[in-house]
């Protein structure tokens, strides 16, 4: 079936670096990927939808500058981390729509700042 | 606008019981409903989904849910749990053009042998 990946699936980083975590579909062409944050013992908080082509759309109070989301390609959107403090550590996943419409997610990125 | 509620953040059941997740929606509009399943350190994985065809739904792993327009639940269902059903499960809804998903607060099912 569908699979959407993501890497890496684990990152550590020091304070202040940027980190890019890539989402991939590997066996459809996606126009729409979604990015959510995942805080602890919490639900998935969506950040942005990335259109291919286009300037991704991002959800209210989340900080556009802080979180670039690129979609360059029709298999790949990539979400960097700029300036990355350890309020930032938490767990990452995308989602991407395939051309049936249905929603396929990443496996997830584990983003720690130290 | 549309929301989930999940009633209960953890839910511990005997190896064998039944499995009774619950889920409440709100929406303006007919809604696709999901329910998805989270292992440790893993990414999501659906286990099913609603999109107006039948409202009772069957699911991976045995996991079944019903949609009851009446009652705005979709609420999660296994006759039998296994230890290897342990894991987070997360409600979610979304309208049709399946531009946004909605979120529950999720569900951390534990297994007792």
């Known amino acids: 079936g569908a699979v959407v990946s993501q890497h890496p699936s684990r990152v550590i980083c020091k304070s202040g670096t940027s980190v890019k975590i890539e989402c991939r579909s590997l066996?459809?062409?996606?126009?729409?990927m979604f990015w959510y944050r995942q805080f602890p013992k919490k639900s998935l908080m969506l950040m942005a939808t990335?259109?291919?082509?286009?300037?991704?759309?991002?959800e209210q109070g989340v900080e556009k500058d802080k979180f670039l989301i690129n979609h360059a390609s029709l298999t790949l959107s990539t979400l960097t981390v700029t300036s990355a403090h350890p309020e930032d550590s938490s767990f990452y996943i995308c989602s991407a729509r395939a051309p049936v419409g249905t929603i396929y997610f990443g496996e997830g990125s584990w983003l720690t700042v130290v | 606008a549309q929301s989930v509620t999940q009633l209960g953040s953890h839910v511990s059941v005997s190896e064998g019981a039944l499995v009774l997740l619950r889920c409440n929606y709100s929406?303006?509009?007919?809604?696709?409903l999901f329910w998805y399943v989270q292992y440790p350190n893993q990414g999501l994985q659906l286990l099913l989904k609603y999109t107006s065809a039948a409202t009772l739904v069957k699911g991976i792993n045995g996991f079944e849910a019903e949609f009851k327009k009446s009652e705005t639940s979709f609420h999660l269902t296994k006759p039998s749990a296994h230890m290897s059903d342990a894991a987070e499960y997360f409600c979610a809804v979304s309208d049709r053009t399946g531009n946004q998903f909605y979120f529950g607060t999720g569900t951390s099912l534990t297994v007792i042998p």
């Open positions: 066996d459809f062409q996606a126009t729409t």
């Open positions: 990335s259109n291919e082509g286009s300037k991704a759309t991002y």
């Open positions: 929406s303006s509009v007919p809604p696709y």
